[in-house]
């Protein structure tokens, strides 16, 4: 039965990027007016259901809190959208006297969806990529996948309502590691948008195709002795408990300079947090990790009531956060991962050089690169801290859970957060529209280019009216003369004719008498001498030179040019003639 669904999921997988792959062909054809239509009609469909599919996530995963669920699908619909809305995604985005930007979309983006952040991340990911010009389709966490195509569902019909093609927003429904990865490797998917574990952020990685991967968030915060300690924990615990920690820049260690440690305390009892003895925090610790020593999925998300009663421990009413002195960090150490859950870990240091250092230990426990919070009033000592922490984000005195996707923060708004080279991904950033289309640049020279041969320049005017047949050659063959292309010599000849004068030169022998009317030779503006010619057989004249003059004349009056093997035809004339059919041979 596995293998027949890996074989349904991998099949899915292809006819859906392919149904994407021709819708996103017609995409890229909209005009910046359209694209906005058609995100403005998504971005509202999805905030009026987000309460609904906010709900249907946390029946369908058992993860996380509803209202908070229904506040994240907000963020991506809302904040993220009306961020977002008025940035240049079509045609010419960036100019400057020396340089044009012009956007290009990218093709078809493979969305991973996540359980924890199931809806919210579908809503912001679609915006993203339709917003950019691509078609996106989504593979969902099989956990989770009645509340994300559910969300797709949802925002594809208000998308349709504005034209846009129903294959740009495919979701699988059969899910399956094997139908993933044919989703990410497909010959027609061009970027990948990854976000879950490890595992999958690899897999991503190694699939051949450009990738956005974001890594854990193991995140430290630092109480520093200068903080307004009262504020201080009341943002810890917003962050840490807010859907009960599933977002991965949740709070994870608190690390409190020790100046201030007893305050810190009492300030975490007063607001709802539990302090575990070691005994307590033992058992704990073995429903937390696995024995393997990775994160066990069945705390992730739930409350504090469920995870005592699984830990067979006991917490008073109303317990917001579990809290627990830790040792160390490390393997030896299982409270120190990250535990997406309303967990912490608490450690004392002397000192901002200390904290820091503690801070940056966590990280490398399963957080590099992600986020690292601080609380201090100096701004010189946020700095100071921000500098030693191998974090892209670095959120001060505000919950790293909101401070880090950008809604109590001027980060740029998103549900997919770079973890750089610190935490294997190709950027730091958080990612967003820009991050789904290729720029082209128009470059214009600002620094002309030195060069030992000078350009050629164009002869005078007043040159020596020696037939062309001679003396073009004379010019060109000279070993004085520096070497000149096809068309500079075309552009002399031209200039040349045009400068020319009837001369006194007798008449060519005129061909046998023809019982019709002979036209005037075509190119020489129907005068009674034609150009230079060898007289035909059939009484057509085989021009001996046909300049960009002689061309357009017999285009503007209809004529003919009759030419013969020795005829020289300058380039710019061929140019011109060859399409309009100008040139007819003479007969011999």
Same mark, same amino acid.
């Given at each position: 039965?596995?293998?027949?669904?890996?074989?349904?999921?991998?099949?899915?997988?292809?006819?859906?990027?392919?149904?994407?792959?021709?819708?996103?062909?017609?995409?890229?054809?909209?005009?910046?007016?359209?694209?906005?239509?058609?995100?403005?009609?998504?971005?509202?469909?999805?905030?009026?259901?987000?309460?609904?599919?906010?709900?249907?996530?946390?029946?369908?995963?058992?993860?996380?809190?509803?209202?908070?669920?229904?506040?994240?699908?907000?963020?991506?619909?809302?904040?993220?959208?009306?961020?977002?809305?008025?940035?240049?995604?079509?045609?010419?985005?960036?100019?400057?006297?020396?340089?044009?930007?012009?956007?290009?979309?990218?093709?078809?983006?493979?969305?991973?969806?996540?359980?924890?952040?199931?809806?919210?991340?579908?809503?912001?990911?679609?915006?993203?990529?339709?917003?950019?010009?691509?078609?996106?389709?989504?593979?969902?966490?099989?956990?989770?996948?009645?509340?994300?195509?559910?969300?797709?569902?949802?925002?594809?019909?208000?998308?349709?309502?504005?034209? &846009?093609?129903?294959?740009?927003?495919?979701?699988?429904?059969?899910?399956?590691?094997?139908?993933?990865?044919?989703?990410?490797?497909?010959?027609?998917?061009?970027?990948?948008?990854?976000?879950?574990?490890?595992?999958?952020?690899?897999?991503?990685?190694?699939?051949?195709?450009?990738?956005?991967?974001?890594?854990?968030?193991?995140?430290?915060?630092?109480?520093?002795?200068?903080?307004? =300690?009262?504020?201080?924990?009341?943002?810890?615990?917003?962050?840490?408990?807010?859907?009960?920690?599933?977002?991965?820049?949740?709070?994870?260690?608190?690390?409190?300079?020790?100046?201030?440690?007893?305050?810190?305390?009492?300030?975490?009892?007063?607001?709802?947090?539990?302090?575990?003895?070691?005994?307590?925090?033992?058992?704990?610790?073995?429903?937390?990790?696995?024995?393997?020593?990775?994160?066990?999925?069945?705390?992730?998300?739930?409350?504090?009531?469920?995870?005592?009663?699984?830990?067979?421990?006991?917490?008073?009413?109303?317990?917001?956060?579990?809290?627990?002195?830790?040792?160390?960090?490390?393997?030896?150490?299982?409270?120190?991962?990250?535990?997406?859950?309303?967990?912490?870990?608490?450690? =004392?240091?002397?000192?901002?050089?200390?904290?820091?250092?503690?801070?940056?230990?966590?990280?490398?426990?399963?957080?590099?690169?992600?986020?690292?919070?601080?609380?201090?009033?100096?701004?010189?000592?946020?700095?100071?801290?921000?500098?030693?922490?191998?974090?892209?984000?670095?959120?001060?005195?505000?919950?790293?859970?909101?401070?880090?996707?950008?809604?109590?923060?001027?980060?740029?708004?998103?549900?997919?957060?770079?973890?750089?080279?610190?935490?294997?991904?190709?950027?730091?950033?958080?990612?967003?529209?820009?991050?789904?289309?290729?720029?082209?640049?128009?470059?214009?020279?600002?620094?002309?280019?030195?060069?030992?041969?000078?350009?050629?320049?164009?002869?005078?005017?007043?040159?020596?009216?020696?037939?062309?047949?001679?003396?073009?050659?004379?010019?060109?063959?000279?070993?004085?003369?520096?070497?000149?292309?096809?068309?500079?010599?075309?552009?002399?000849?031209?200039?040349? &004719?045009?400068?020319?004068?009837?001369?006194?030169?007798?008449?060519?022998?005129?061909?046998?008498?023809?019982?019709?009317?002979?036209?005037?030779?075509?190119?020489?503006?129907?005068?009674?001498?034609?150009?230079?010619?060898?007289?035909?057989?059939?009484?057509?004249?085989?021009?001996?030179?046909?300049?960009?003059?002689?061309?357009?004349?017999?285009?503007?009056?209809?004529?003919?040019?009759?030419?013969?093997?020795?005829?020289?035809?300058?380039?710019?004339?061929?140019?011109?003639?060859?399409?309009?059919?100008?040139?007819?041979?003479?007969?011999?």
């Amino acid at each position: 039965m596995s293998a027949d669904k890996d074989l349904i999921s991998v099949q899915q997988a292809r006819d859906l990027v392919e149904g994407a792959h021709r819708a996103q062909a017609e995409v890229a054809c909209f005009d910046q007016a359209k694209i906005d239509r058609i995100c403005e009609a998504m971005a509202k469909a999805a905030l009026r259901e987000s309460p609904r599919v906010a709900a249907l996530a946390v029946e369908e995963t058992g993860y996380g809190i509803p209202e908070d669920k229904q506040v994240k699908n907000q963020f991506s619909a809302e904040i993220v959208w009306n961020y977002f809305k008025n940035l240049r995604t079509v045609g010419v985005v960036s100019e400057t006297k020396d340089v044009v930007e012009i956007a290009s979309p990218r093709g078809v983006v493979a969305g991973i969806v996540p359980s924890t952040n199931p809806t919210s991340t579908a809503i912001f990911k679609i915006l993203i990529a339709i917003k950019s010009r691509n078609a996106i389709v989504l593979s969902p966490h099989p956990s989770a996948a009645r509340c994300i195509n559910e969300t797709a569902k949802v925002m594809r019909e208000a998308g349709v309502k504005e034209g &846009l093609p129903a294959d740009a927003i495919g979701c699988m429904t059969t899910a399956t590691i094997e139908g993933t990865e044919a989703l990410m490797k497909h010959k027609m998917t061009a970027v990948i948008l990854a976000t879950g574990g490890i595992g999958l952020v690899r897999a991503a990685y190694s699939s051949g195709k450009p990738a956005f991967g974001v890594g854990p968030g193991n995140v430290p915060v630092f109480i520093e002795r200068s903080a307004e =300690v009262p504020k201080a924990v009341q943002d810890i615990l917003t962050g840490k408990c807010f859907d009960n920690g599933t977002i991965c820049a949740s709070e994870q260690a608190i690390v409190v300079d020790a100046p201030i440690e007893m305050a810190v305390r009492e300030q975490f009892k007063l607001q709802g947090a539990h302090f575990l003895n070691q005994s307590e925090a033992d058992q704990l610790a073995k429903i937390v990790a696995t024995p393997q020593r990775s994160l066990n999925p069945a705390i992730v998300g739930r409350s504090v009531e469920v995870i005592t009663r699984m830990a067979g421990i006991t917490a008073p009413p109303g317990t917001r956060c579990l809290m627990t002195d830790v040792g160390g960090v490390g393997r030896d150490f299982p409270l120190s991962m990250e535990k997406l859950s309303p967990i912490l870990a608490f450690y =004392v240091e002397d000192g901002l050089e200390r904290g820091a250092a503690r801070c940056n230990e966590v990280l490398h426990y399963g957080g590099m690169g992600h986020t690292a919070g601080i609380h201090t009033r100096s701004r010189e000592a946020a700095i100071r801290y921000g500098a030693e922490m191998p974090a892209s984000r670095i959120t001060v005195n505000t919950p790293t859970t909101h401070g880090a996707i950008g809604f109590s923060t001027a980060l740029p708004p998103s549900m997919t957060l770079g973890c750089g080279s610190w935490g294997g991904n190709v950027t730091s950033d958080n990612v967003s529209p820009l991050h789904l289309m290729d720029i082209k640049r128009v470059a214009f020279e600002t620094r002309p280019v030195a060069s030992k041969r000078p350009a050629a320049t164009a002869q005078p005017a007043t040159m020596s009216r020696t037939p062309i047949a001679t003396s073009a050659p004379a010019m060109v063959q000279s070993s004085a003369a520096p070497k000149v292309s096809r068309q500079e010599i075309a552009a002399i000849v031209d200039r040349f &004719l045009a400068n020319r004068q009837p001369e006194a030169a007798p008449l060519p022998t005129p061909p046998p008498q023809r019982t019709d009317q002979e036209p005037s030779a075509p190119g020489n503006g129907g005068s009674a001498r034609p150009p230079a010619s060898a007289a035909s057989s059939n009484g057509h004249a085989a021009a001996e030179f046909v300049s960009e003059d002689d061309v357009k004349r017999a285009i503007q009056k209809g004529e003919k040019i009759y030419v013969g093997p020795k005829t020289i035809i300058t380039p710019s004339a061929r140019d011109i003639g060859d399409p309009a059919e100008v040139f007819a041979k003479a007969g011999f």
